[in-house]
């Protein structure tokens, strides 16, 4: 009889975990903070500007991250846009393109970045017209782990390769 009893409990708790995945699953907010929990990874998200002082301002980590992945850029492994101005007499500005990833590898730590731009029209108190905003951020996912390591060692880095770009 315990034995009847020990396989009904177990066929009743597998029965609710199921039961709980499907909810979760049909459930995309309740789903991504499931898989949160359980992740071993975070992501820091650098904007393209900064408020300071309730002005837009823009954000120098950003413009670092820009010019560092730009050279990490492989035509074979994701998706570039190339675009040059007068200003630029003979060279080409090869950026990524929105939601494109690109791993990088630095002293033997993973990580990964994604360009997000959003772009948007919206309506002000005057409905004649129309204004549109974007906003571009970079999202870098890593280790949890590694959080201080990215504060410390890999931010710097890539700021002062940023700055190094910058005078070449």
């Not at 359980?38 to 980590?61: A, G």
């Not at 630029?88 to 997000?116: A, M, P, Q």
Request: charged share 25%; net charge positive; hydrophobic share 35%.
């Amino acid at each position: 009889m315990t034995f009847l009893s020990a396989i009904t409990t177990t066929i009743t708790i597998i029965g609710g975990i199921l039961g709980l995945l499907a909810t979760i699953n049909d459930n995309p907010a309740l789903f991504s903070k499931f898989m949160k929990f359980f992740s071993n990874k975070v992501t820091l998200v650098i904007d393209e500007y900064t408020l300071e002082d309730d002005e837009r301002v823009k954000n120098e980590v950003y413009k670092a991250v820009e010019i560092y992945l730009c050279n990490k850029l492989s035509p074979q492994k994701c998706k570039v846009k190339a675009s040059k101005t007068e200003k630029e007499k003979n060279s080409f500005k090869v950026t990524l393109e929105h939601n494109e990833k690109v791993k990088d590898v630095y002293n033997g730590h993973k990580f990964k970045w994604i360009w997000l731009e959003f772009k948007c029209l919206h309506h002000p108190d005057n409905l004649n017209s129309i204004h549109r905003s974007e906003m571009k951020s970079f999202n870098l996912i890593y280790r949890k782990k590694d959080y201080q390591y990215v504060f410390d060692t890999y931010l710097p880095h890539i700021l002062n390769e940023a700055k190094y770009q910058k005078h070449i």
